[in-house]
């Protein structure tokens, strides 16, 4: 039980260009699900919270215009990365929080974005 | 502000030994604790979590809780060399799943 898809595993695009990634509970309701953003050889940072049916909340420091949430079913969350730049380049991780359970969250397999 | 805080590593433990990882958190009003298990280019994985004082054992592992002194530990029994991985604490403060994260601890096992 507890399992995370995301979607693409891994995606190339032209600076300027938008990406779409997908992230869905399979086997669970998910009120709530993050955000994660990772450079090499870094922690995990936590880019934004989304709950199904409202705006998300983003972390201080990320642009809100710049990574589009949308959390519109309690199993499907989106991160648009919309005119990506190189330095957008990183490992997006989602995770997603099952309810009736003791807080803890499920990952899914993370989308590793290269902008050229 | 409410932190978690972890010996970044790396820790070396020979194979079959025990690994020892610490965890120390600052909110006293944080009510779940977690370990997770991130190997290089991947996705965090869950190993167990905790909320009552004392231990928690599954399997190999075990989760040690003190609220009194604000830490949480891991022991890892036997360890393999595929236990080699970071090793991710987060605390929960018991409300909408957010985690405060910390930056983890480098666990090499050594055959």
């Keep these: 039980g507890a399992v995370v898809s995301q979607h693409p595993s891994w995606v190339i695009c032209k600076s300027g260009t ?10 669970f309701q998910a ?11 870094q922690s995990l940072m936590l880019m934004a919270t989304s709950n199904e049916g409202s705006k998300a909340t983003y972390e201080q420091g990320v642009e809100k215009d710049k ?11 989106t991160l648009t990365v919309t005119s990506a730049h190189p330095e957008d380049s ?15 969250q499920y990952f899914g397999p993370g989308t590793r974005l290269t902008v050229t | 502000q409410k932190e978690v805080e972890q010996n970044s590593g790396p820790l070396s433990v020979p194979e079959g030994a025990i690994a020892s990882l610490n ?10 604790f977690f370990w997770y298990r991130q190997y290089s280019g991947k996705s965090p994985e869950l190993i167990m979590f905790i909320y009552s004082n004392g231990d928690k054992e599954d399997g ?3 989760a040690q809780l003190n609220k009194a002194s604000q830490y949480v530990s891991l022991l890892i029994r036997d360890s393999q060399p ?6 991710l604490c987060a ?21």
């Design chain 2, 23 to 32: 965890c120390t958190y600052s909110d006293r009003g944080s009510q779940s």
């Design chain 1, 67 to 77: 990574f589009l949430i949308n959390h519109a079913s309690l199993t499907l969350s």
């Design chain 1, 90 to 104: 990183s490992f997006y991780i989602c995770s997603a929080g099952d309810r009736g359970t003791s807080g803890e």
């Design chain 2, 91 to 111: 605390v929960n403060l018991g409300s909408n799943y957010q985690l405060i994260w910390g930056a983890g601890t480098k666990l090499i096992i050594k055959p």
């Design chain 1, 31 to 41: 009120t709530t699900m993050f955000w994660y953003r990772q450079f090499p050889k």
């Design chain 2, 82 to 87: 595929s236990d080699s991985a970071t090793y």
């Design chain 2, 60 to 62: 190999r592992f075990t």
């Design chain 1, 18 to 27: 938008s990406v779409k990634i997908e992230c869905r509970s399979l086997d």
